[in-house]
């Protein structure tokens, strides 16, 4: 079914990368979750009423809820399609994560008012009034809800959206929270036990639990995490497949929202190379990954002097020293600059989060190593962090 209405309504739906398509998506998510949570709001609310039952209640006011986040995400798919101007060079893609953000704060609050009523309900339970009806409601929003988290799902990871993503997945609670809401209606049937204000506060929880869940999700990109291990290896694969390649390091990738990727990496060539030669393949490299990834992309030529005894002598004797070392996780542009008293040992280290070791400790360990070479040796040592992982 979500193929079916992806070739129907969605325009060029397998560039998923070009933005205009993204939005198409978005569009088509949107106007999906508006359509069937709208319908079951409106089934579970009146059925509720009815019933007298809050937990019914709770779950129609989700449903609606539901259906808000996806005019939201119809608009914050729209936002993020605008293109660059003066005041936001790099676009307006984050759109999709502060509608996801957003949605995630309105969950919240719509659970804590729903918790506040439940909990009334459990202090003055009223007796329910049992129908096939409010049954039947209840299983069509069940197996509904099992659809719509399939199809948001899918959609969600056709374009790589954490938006949609989790919009799928808060549809694979709300399964868990209508289950619930039958199961107490059920018991209360057969038992004459009054669950209906427990299971309420229940589903309450669930929803501001699954909205904090979503706030960690969608806030993430926001504050800048770590780029996928499935991009990285992509670059990596593109950048050492060119002949003349020796090395890559510094690999940096800054996220401005879907589709909107910079990214900057170091090459080593040989220093003794054609210099045109290299500037041409780095260039490749570049048009390469523009083309394959769709990222913004920009790459830096080192040479290095692969006939030089002296420097692969001293590099062989620096990584066993900082192999042992947690955090420290590798070295490059290993340079000699001489002088007439000392001689600098000039090179850059990568250290990730779990170095125990300040930086002037490390130049004093992998320093006083060097120095029992020759004593006029000194290191200087620039540190980089490893943002992902090259």
């Not at 009146?46 to 779950?59: E, H, N, Q, R």
């Not at 770590?226 to 090395?247: F, N, Y």
Request: with cysteine.
């Amino acid at each position: 079914m979500a193929t079916f209405l992806i070739k129907l309504f969605i325009k060029d739906y397998e560039h998923t990368t070009d933005p205009a398509v993204r939005e198409r998506y978005g569009k088509l998510a949107g106007i999906v979750g508006i359509i069937s949570n709208g319908l079951l709001c409106t089934m579970k609310i009146l059925v509720g009423l009815f019933s007298g039952s809050i937990a019914i209640v709770a779950d129609g006011i989700n449903n609606l809820a539901d259906a808000s986040s996806s005019i939201i995400t119809l608009i914050g798919f729209k936002l993020a399609a605008l293109p660059e101007d003066k005041n936001h060079p790099y676009g307006h893609a984050r759109f999709e994560y502060l509608t996801g953000l957003f949605i995630s704060l309105l969950i919240i609050v719509l659970g804590l008012q729903l918790l506040r009523s439940s909990f009334s309900k459990v202090l003055h339970p009223d007796p329910l009034s049992f129908s096939y009806i409010t049954i039947i409601i209840l299983v069509i929003a069940i197996i509904l809800k099992i659809w719509q988290s399939r199809f948001n799902i899918c959609l969600g990871k056709k374009i790589n959206s954490l938006a949609l993503m989790a919009t799928g997945t808060d549809s694979r609670n709300d399964v868990i929270a209508t289950s619930a809401v039958l199961l107490s209606v059920i018991i209360g049937k057969v038992s004459g036990l009054q669950l209906d204000g427990y299971m309420g506060c229940l589903v309450a929880l669930f929803i501001i639990w699954s909205g904090i869940v979503l706030i960690r999700e969608t806030s993430s990109p926001l504050l800048g995490e770590a780029p996928s291990g499935e991009l990285v290896q992509s670059i990596e694969k593109i950048a050492l497949s060119q002949d003349g390649v020796i090395g890559i390091h510094d690999l940096v990738i800054h996220n401005y929202g879907p589709g909107k990727i910079f990214a900057s990496i170091h090459i080593e060539v040989d220093a003794r190379g054609d210099l045109l030669e290299s500037h041409d393949m780095i260039d490749n490299i570049e048009q390469l990954i523009k083309k394959e990834l769709r990222i913004e992309f920009t790459a830096h030529m080192d040479p290095v002097e692969l006939d030089n005894p002296l420097i692969s002598h001293l590099y062989k004797e620096i990584i066993q020293t900082i192999k042992p070392l947690t955090g420290v996780q590798s070295i490059h542009d290993l340079r000699i600059v001489p002088g007439k008293t000392h001689t600098n040992i000039i090179f850059d280290a990568v250290l990730t989060p779990e170095c125990p070791m300040t930086e002037d400790e490390l130049c004093d360990l992998i320093e006083s190593k060097i120095q029992e070479i020759d004593p006029s040796y000194y290191v200087v040592i620039t540190f980089d962090k490893a943002y992902t992982g090259l």
